[in-house]
T-cell receptor, first 118, second 108 residues
Framework: DTAVSQTPKYLVTQMGNDKSIKCEQN?????MYWYKQDSKKFLKIMFS???????INETVPNRFSPKSPDKAHLNLHINSLELGDSAVYFC?????????????????FGAGSRLTVL | GQNIDQPTEMTATEGAIVQINCTYQ??????LFWYQQHAGEAPTFLSY????GLEEKGRFSSFLSRSKGYSYLLLKELQMKDSASYLC?????????FGKGTRLSVIA
């Protein structure tokens, strides 16, 4: 199946722990993203990578560190987890270019990873 | 930056028509997207408008007025499965910025 797949789907952990979420896409897309959706369902961009290069880093604590070993993978590592990090994290990809035609490119989302910090 | 506004919740009856509005302010405009998100699932693409006017796709239509910074999503012949959140999103040059979404409840 062609898709964006992320693991794990559910993650429950204690405050202060370090955890990672993995994401892979086999769509041949150039750009990958991490979005965070909180309890109020607001979907907010965190990071964007284009061909392994970081192009967007929104106001996110530096406890969050994305890593892109190749353009098909974008992993999210979170250090020293806090209660407020509890959310659903969505990975997405698109065939996005930086030029003016970028608006035509559609995001394909992974199924989401629900992180619960206790 | 971008500012997107849409109603938080709407309720409509099965078989009816509902219009979900979205107003936006953005420093650069490269079109407007609508996404659908069912509870507990990922958002999925519905429509994309870059020119003024109405784009029809089956039971769903999307309208754009760039001069007014306004769009709407029109859902006809509502079905129970249309109960979901509908997210309006605008791209500047890079990732989509989403509105907070409109949660639509379809009732019998």
């Amino acid at each position: 199946d062609t898709a964006v797949s992320q693991t794990p789907k559910y993650l429950v952990t204690q405050m202060g722990n370090d955890k990672s979420i993995k994401c892979e896409q086999n769509l041949g897309h150039d750009t990958m993203y991490w979005y965070k959706q909180d309890s109020k369902k607001f979907l907010k961009i965190m990071f964007s990578y284009n061909n392994k290069e970081l192009i967007i880093n929104e106001t996110v604590p530096n406890r969050f560190s994305p890593k892109s070993p190749d353009k098909a993978h974008l992993n999210l590592h979170i250090n020293s987890l806090e209660l407020g990090d509890s959310a659903v994290y969505f990975c997405a990809s698109s065939a996005l270019n930086r030029g003016p035609s970028s608006g035509a490119n559609v995001l394909t989302f992974g199924a989401g990873s629900r992180l619960t910090v206790l | 930056g971008q500012n997107i506004d849409q109603p938080t919740e709407m309720t409509a009856t099965e078989g009816a028509i509902v219009q979900i509005n979205c107003t936006y302010q953005t420093s650069g405009f490269n079109g407007l997207f609508w996404y659908q998100q069912h509870a507990g699932e990922a958002p999925t693409f519905l429509s994309y408008n870059v020119l003024d006017g109405l784009e029809e796709k089956g039971r769903f239509s999307s309208f754009l007025s760039r001069s007014k910074g306004y769009s709407y999503l029109l859902l006809k012949e509502l079905q129970m499965k249309d109960s979901a959140s509908y997210l309006c999103a605008v791209p500047p040059n890079t990732p989509l910025v989403f509105g907070k979404g409109t949660r639509l409840s379809v009732i019998a």
